[in-house]
C-alpha cells in the first residue's frame, strides 16, 4: 500500500487510472470502515482510501480537538486487509491551504433538518470536503456507510445535481454483536454506557413493531421512542420517522400503504453523542 499526503502525490499515483474506487474516512478504523473497502475492492482497481479530519464539519463546541486520530495504527489495518493501494493523508494546510471561502450549501429542506438542526454546518463541511477529496482522486465508484444516512442521502443529491462522474455504492450499518452500530466515537463510552449503548437501536426497532403494528401516528411513535431513552438517562436530540426517498415526514396514508421509510435516532449517552438508523420495509 501506498501511503502519500500530498494531492500532487496523490494524481501521481493514479494519473492514468480510470476504475478508482474510492472509501473517504476520518481515520480511527474499525471493522465497519474496513468492510466499505472491501466493497470498494469488488468495484473498482485501484482501491483509494483517505483519512482526513475535516474541521468544516466540526461546530464550536463539538469533538474536533479530541476525535481520536490513529494513523500509525490505521495503516497497519489496511496493510493488514490488503484491499487498498493508496492511502491518502494530507494535513489541514493541504487540503485548506487557504481559507475555504468557496463552499457547498446542501438546500434546507434536506440539509437543514436532523443532523443538520442539531449541528448547523455540518452537511456544508461535509459536502465541500466530499467535493474536494473527488476533485482529488477522480473515482468511478465511492463507497459510504448507510450508518450516516441523512450524509449519504446529502452526498448523493450533490453528485446528481453536479452531475458528476461518481457512482455512490451504500454499505449497510456494521454491528457489534449486541446491536451498537460501529462508530469511531464508540471509544468515549466509559463500561457502563459502552452497555446501555445498544438502547438506541433497540429504540429504533421499537418503533419499527410499533409501525408493523398498524400505528400511523408519527409523532406519537416519534414521543413514544424518544421518552424510552430519556427514562434510561440519554439526552435525545431526536428520534424521527421519515420517507426514504427524502426524509420528509410521512402521512397516515404513506405508512399504511408500506411506503419505504427509516428511523432515525441521535441522542447523547453521558458526553458521547450516538446516531443510529433502521430503515423499515414494511409492506401493505
Known amino acids: 500500500m ?18 478508482v474506487a474510492f472509501v473517504p474516512t476520518m ?7 474496513l468492510s466499505l473497502m ?12 483517505s483519512i482526513f479530519v475535516n ?12 476525535y481520536p486520530r490513529t494513523l500509525a495504527s490505521d ?11 493508496v492511502l491518502f493523508a494530507p494535513n489541514e494546510k493541504e487540503m485548506y491551504p487557504e481559507p475555504q471561502s468557496f463552499q457547498i450549501q446542501p ?27 473527488f476533485s482529488c482522486v477522480s473515482p468511478r465508484v465511492a463507497v459510504f456507510g448507510k450508518k450516516d444516512y441523512q450524509q449519504l442521502m446529502v452526498v448523493r443529491n450533490m453528485v446528481r445535481q453536479f452531475q458528476l462522474p461518481v457512482q455512490i455504492l451504500a454499505h449497510e450499518t456494521v454491528r457489534d454483536t449486541d446491536g451498537l452500530a460501529l462508530s469511531s466515537r464508540n471509544v468515549y463510552l466509559q463500561p457502563a454506557e459502552r452497555a446501555e449503548a445498544p438502547q438506541l437501536y433497540a429504540t429504533l ?4 413493531d410499533a409501525v408493523r403494528s398498524g400505528n400511523t401516528q408519527v409523532a406519537d411513535i416519534e414521543g413514544t421512542a424518544a421518552r424510552r431513552l430519556t427514562d434510561r438517562g440519554w439526552a435525545v436530540d431526536y428520534i424521527a420517522l421519515r420517507r426514504q426517498r427524502d426524509l420528509s415526514i410521512p402521512d397516515a396514508a404513506a405508512l399504511a400503504a408500506g411506503e419505504p421509510l427509516v428511523v432515525l435516532g441521535a441522542a447523547k449517552l453521558g458526553a458521547t453523542r450516538l446516531i443510529d438508523n433502521l430503515e423499515l420495509q414494511i409492506k401493505g
Open 2 to 19: 501506498k501511503v502519500v499526503h500530498t494531492i500532487e502525490d496523490l494524481r501521481d499515483q493514479l494519473r492514468g487510472q480510470l476504475n
Open 107 to 133: 438546500p434546507s429542506d434536506l440539509g437543514g433538518i436532523l443532523e443538520g438542526e442539531f449541528r448547523p454546518g455540518f452537511f456544508t463541511g461535509v459536502s465541500t470536503v466530499v467535493l474536494k477529496l
Open 27 to 33: 481515520g480511527n478504523l474499525h471493522q465497519g470502515h
Open 38 to 49: 472491501k466493497l470498494a475492492r469488488q468495484h473498482g482497481d485501484p482501491v483509494v482510501a
Open 55 to 66: 474541521r468544516l464539519q466540526f461546530g464550536p463546541n463539538e469533538d474536533f480537538d479530541k
Open 75 to 85: 495503516i497497519e489495518k489496511l496493510e493488514r486487509e490488503r484491499d487498498v493501494y
Open 205 to 208: 426497532q421499537a418503533v419499527q
